[in-house]
Antibody, heavy 124, light 111 residues
Framework: QVQLQESGPGLVKPSETLSLTCTVS????????WSWIRQPPGKGLEWIGY???????NYNPSLKSRVTISVDTSKNQFSLKLSSVTAADTAVYYC??????????????????WGKGTTVTVSS | QSVLTQPPSVSAAPGQKVTISCSGS????????VSWYQQLPGTAPKLLIY???KRPSGIPDRFSGSKSGTSATLGITGLQTGDEADYYC????????????FGTGTKVTVL
C-alpha cells in the first residue's frame, strides 16, 4: 500500500526558509493530489496546500505569499518550501494524499493516506 | 479561528454512543462534502468518513457520518477505549477559496 514519509531539518532559524520533502512509496505519484498540512503544538490542523503531479497547485490564502509546493515525479517526491518563517510556523508538518473534485453538487477534498509527520521548530 | 465549530470534548462509557457535531455555513458544509478524521495521541490523522457518509475500507461501521443543512455529525457506537482521540471534521470553503478547512477538533474520552 502507499506510504508517505516526510524528511527535512527539524530546526529552522527565524526569517529563513523551511524545506521539507515527502517521499511516496508503494505507488505512483502520477495521480491524486499531494498535500501538506501542519499542526502547531497543542492546536488543530491547518491545510497548507496541494500539488497535482502535472504541477498545478493551490495554496491556503493565509500562507500563499510564503508557500511553494513542487513535485519531482522521477523521484516520486513532492516538496514544501515556506519562506520567512517565524515562531508561529513551529508545528508538526504532515504530507498526505488527497482526493478532490468540484462539481454542481459541491466540492470534496479529503486525505486518505498520511505520513507520520515531522516536527519543525523555528528558533534561533 | 476555524470556520467550522466542534465541541471541545465529549465523553461516554465503554459500549455507549457519542456524537460529535461540526457546525459551519452555506459556504462550506452547506454546499460541500464533509470528511472526518481521527487523531490518536501522538499520531497522524486517519480518515474515518469522506463525502459526508462513506467509510474507507477498514473503517468499522461503528463510525458513521451524516449532514443536514450547515451542520455535520460523526457518530461512534459501541465506544471502545481505543477510540479515545481527537476528531476533526473537514470540508471545502467556497467563500474563503480554501479547498480544505478543518474543524476546531473534539476530544473523545472513554470514561
Amino acid at each position: 500500500q502507499v506510504q508517505l514519509q516526510e524528511s527535512g531539518p527539524g530546526l529552522v532559524k527565524p526569517s529563513e526558509t523551511l524545506s521539507l520533502t515527502c517521499t511516496v512509496s508503494g505507488g505512483s505519484i502520477s495521480s491524486y493530489y499531494w498535500s501538506w498540512i501542519r499542526q502547531p503544538p497543542g492546536k488543530g490542523l491547518e491545510w497548507i496546500g496541494y500539488i497535482y503531479y502535472s504541477g498545478s497547485t493551490n495554496y491556503n490564502p493565509s500562507l500563499k505569499s510564503r508557500v511553494t509546493i513542487s513535485v519531482d515525479t522521477s523521484k516520486n517526491q513532492f516538496s514544501l518550501k515556506l519562506s520567512s518563517v517565524t515562531a508561529a510556523d513551529t508545528a508538526v508538518y504532515y504530507c498526505a494524499r488527497a482526493s478532490r473534485n468540484w462539481g454542481w453538487r459541491g466540492g470534496y477534498y479529503y486525505m486518505d493516506v498520511w505520513g507520520k509527520g515531522t516536527t519543525v521548530t523555528v528558533s534561533s | 479561528q476555524s470556520v467550522l465549530t466542534q465541541p471541545p470534548s465529549v465523553s461516554a462509557a465503554p459500549g455507549q454512543k457519542v456524537t460529535i457535531s461540526c457546525s459551519g455555513s452555506s459556504s462550506n458544509i452547506g454546499n460541500n462534502y464533509v470528511s472526518w478524521y481521527q487523531q490518536l495521541p501522538g499520531t497522524a490523522p486517519k480518515l474515518l468518513i469522506y463525502e459526508n457518509n462513506k467509510r474507507p475500507s477498514g473503517i468499522p461501521d461503528r463510525f458513521s457520518g451524516s449532514k443536514s443543512g450547515t451542520s455535520a455529525t460523526l457518530g461512534i457506537t459501541g465506544l471502545q477505549t481505543g477510540d479515545e482521540a481527537d476528531y476533526y471534521c473537514g470540508t471545502w470553503d467556497s467563500s474563503l477559496s480554501v479547498e480544505c478547512v478543518f474543524g476546531t477538533g473534539t476530544k473523545v474520552t472513554v470514561l
